[in-house]
């Protein structure tokens, strides 16, 4: 009589244990569910960020290309202003040089022939033909150093433009890495939430 006693409490003790397992388990059940749930909707939200961020790089990357190219351009037009510059300031040194043998030229034929001769009145217009040429160079000059310092102002917003887009493209580079962690995670989440599931619908 006592052994059956206890055998049965012993039986009806293993079962309401079962069934308080039983329990717990179906309520993980639906929470686990609901994990996972959430995971996909995270996964989701992360991709959606990474993609845009990729976009934003993809950009960046035109744009940097771009003003690389208007300063590359504005660079080589620097270098073909100061040409044009250097072969300026050659013709009016040239042309001074003629002003200054033409003046003293007059100098000596006003001298020698007087002032209303013809070799004077020769070197006067010579003199003046010169001047007028030494004058062209010296607007030749002044035209291309306010063109040197165009492109070179052109230039240096170019490269604040390039300085600035490498910027952003390192910081949506990060932006985009740090998404990416975000997905490996949330997968890691989620497979873990797959395999509590598995365990829970087992009853382990």
Do not use: C
Not at 16 to 35: H, R, T
Not at 153 to 163: A, G, M, W
Request: hydrophobic letters at 20%; charged letters at 50%.
């Amino acid at each position: 009589m006592n052994v059956y006693k206890w055998t049965r409490i012993g039986v009806l003790g293993v079962a309401f244990a079962g069934i308080l397992a039983g329990g717990a388990f179906a309520q993980d059940v639906p929470s686990d569910k609901q994990d996972i749930r959430n995971d996909k909707q995270d996964l989701k939200q992360d991709r959606t960020d990474r993609n845009a961020d990729q976009r934003d790089i993809n950009h960046d990357r035109r744009d940097l290309n771009k003003d690389r190219a208007d300063r590359n351009q504005d660079q080589r037009d620097i270098n073909h202003d100061r040409r044009d510059l250097n072969k300026d300031r050659v013709d009016r040194n040239e042309d001074q040089r003629d002003v200054n043998h033409d003046r003293n030229q007059l100098a000596r034929d006003d001298k020698k022939f007087g002032a209303s001769s013809t070799q004077a009145q020769a070197d006067r217009q010579e003199l003046k033909g010169d001047r007028k040429d030494r004058n062209a160079d010296q607007r030749d000059i002044n035209h291309d150093k306010r063109d040197v310092n165009h492109d070179r102002v052109d230039r240096n917003h170019d490269q604040r433009d390039i300085n600035h887009d490498k910027r952003d493209l390192h910081a949506d580079r990060k932006d985009r890495n740090h998404d990416q962690k975000d997905i490996n995670k949330d997968k890691r989440d989620l497979r873990k939430d797959h395999r509590d599931v598995r365990h829970d619908r087992h009853g382990r």
